[in-house]
């Protein structure tokens, strides 16, 4: 393979490794800026790749699997934005409630549908799109294209529309917000509904349009790392493309080392040096992103109403 094919090998794997998180971390950057934080990311990726799964398995049709799995994720964010917004309830409690449910309801359905606990079997995928460069071909799954333009839709309703003010608004000073007339009850719900649609459409790309099977840890803490993305990007979407970007093109480059090292001929006596350097290769991207947040999270400037239950006066 040529240093040229190298590059565009490592791109099309970024761009498909950032995805998940771009789409999760644009939709939760719309969620923190109304106020509420939603910490059930990982949850709901799960969830939603469990019924993209079930809907492409049993219809053959990943386009409705990848709809239906945007209205679940839509129905367990605005779930969690009455929860937070009209009951009050602790976020952080909540968001974490959605992990643990998440998990023991994909187990239990595994065994009920397919009666395996590992995963369920291949279901149909969407094509991906190939792009001649040069001698090369740029593999990109069209869902990759689908979240940047979310992203970039959803920078310019933040900073460029009323509506974006007002939904900012209710994440820096409500009661202000309310006084101008914006429902912050309402808005908060809507915008929690609206960040796990996108959450929705990442859990489903991971099967519809990348692994084309479930199993349980398929998303692999992306959930997390897409919160941490947030931060990173300092809450601004056109950021969260850089920053998942970044996440992207750790988690390719360890797996392209990964293969290398597989064609690499060792002595007998050393070929545990493989399986141990194949480990720390998966763990490059999250010590990479560990690191980045510690650096970055001094500088962030967080919504002043992040998190913080609002009750009328």
């Known amino acids: 393979m040529t240093p040229i094919e190298d590059v565009i090998t490592l791109l099309s794997l970024s761009l498909t490794s950032m995805t998940p998180l771009l789409l999760a971390s644009t939709g939760e950057i719309l969620t923190e800026k109304s106020g509420v934080v939603n910490i059930g990311l990982e949850g709901i990726m799960i969830l939603t790749a469990l019924t993209?799964?079930?809907?492409?398995?049993?219809?053959?049709?990943?386009?409705?699997?990848l709809l239906v799995s945007s209205a679940v994720g839509l129905a367990i964010g605005m779930l969690m934005g009455y929860l937070s917004s009209y009951l009050h309830s602790n976020q952080i409690v909540v968001g974490t409630g959605i992990n643990m449910l998440a998990l023991g309801i994909a187990t239990l359905?595994?065994?009920?549908?397919?009666?395996?606990?590992?995963?369920?079997?291949?279901?149909?995928?969407?094509?991906?799109?190939?792009?001649?460069i040069g001698n090369a071909i740029l593999t990109l799954k069209p869902i990759s294209v689908v979240a940047i333009g979310l992203a970039i839709a959803s920078w310019f309703l933040l900073e460029k529309t009323t509506w974006g003010l007002r939904i900012r608004a209710c994440g820096e000073n409500p009661h202000s917000a309310e006084a101008m007339g914006v429902n912050v009850y309402r808005t908060r719900l809507l915008l929690t509904g609206i960040g796990g649609a996108y959450t929705g459409i990442a859990g489903s790309f991971l099967v519809?349009?990348?692994v084309g099977f479930f199993s349980r840890e398929m998303t692999?803490?992306?959930?997390?790392?897409?919160?941490?993305?947030?931060?990173f990007s300092n809450w601004h979407p056109l950021t969260a493309i850089?920053?998942?970007?970044l996440f992207g093109f750790f988690e390719a480059f360890a797996t392209w080392v990964s293969l290398k090292v597989q064609q690499v001929i060792l002595p007998e006596y050393l070929t545990f040096l493989r399986t141990s350097g194949?480990?720390?290769f998966k763990a490059f991207p999250y010590l990479a992103t560990l690191?980045?947040?510690?650096?970055?999270?001094?500088?962030?400037?967080?919504p002043r109403a992040l998190g913080k239950p609002y009750i009328k006066e």
Do not use: C, H
């Not at 993209?52 to 699997?65: D, E, K, M, Q, R």
């Open 208 to 210: 519809v349009n990348w």
């Open 52 to 65: 993209s799964a079930i809907v492409t398995n049993y219809t053959g049709n990943p386009y409705l699997a």
């Open 242 to 245: 850089l920053g998942a970007f």
């Open 109 to 132: 359905t595994l065994y009920r549908l397919w009666g395996e606990y590992g995963g369920s079997p291949s279901v149909g995928k969407l094509a991906d799109l190939q792009l001649p």
């Open 278 to 280: 194949q480990s720390l």
């Open 291 to 302: 690191v980045t947040v510690v650096v970055i999270m001094k500088k962030v400037k967080m």
């Open 220 to 231: 692999s803490g992306r959930g997390f790392v897409a919160l941490a993305n947030v931060s």
